[in-house]
């Protein structure tokens, strides 16, 4: 699968940003896909996920109730609706997509977009 991130940029604190990611190559069908981000000096973390054909959510805690994730499966477009923004949230965004129940193993990696949230 090949992703193609967007969307990123400055934002003031308890302001918005939707992300987008472009997906092309196979079937979808048994796929998971999801938002990564690196802050610097820490690793690489899952936010959300949703799974492609039924579209069951997942959130990591620290962004439950304030990011959305959604995917329009006619345009195979996956977006991260991002609100009340922290300068915590500042990071380097990925979107990524694996096999469905495979732990995230051997992702495809859509190239990174940056997210500065000014306090």
């Known amino acids: 699968v090949q992703l193609q991130a967007s969307g990123g940029g400055p934002v003031q604190t308890g302001g918005s940003l939707r992300l987008s990611c472009a997906a092309s190559g196979r079937s979808f069908s048994n796929l998971v896909m999801g938002w990564f981000r690196q802050a610097p000096r820490k690793e690489r973390e899952l936010i959300a996920s949703i799974t492609w054909s039924a579209g069951t959510t997942w959130y990591a805690d620290s962004v439950k109730g304030r990011f959305t994730i959604f995917r329009d499966n006619r345009a195979n477009m996956m977006y991260l609706q991002l609100n009340r923004m922290t300068p915590e949230d500042t990071a380097v965004y990925y979107c990524?997509?694996?096999?469905?129940?495979?732990?995230?193993?051997?992702?495809?990696w859509g190239q990174g977009t940056q997210v500065t949230v000014s306090s």
């Open positions: 990524a997509a694996a096999r469905r129940g495979n732990n995230w193993k051997d992702p495809d």
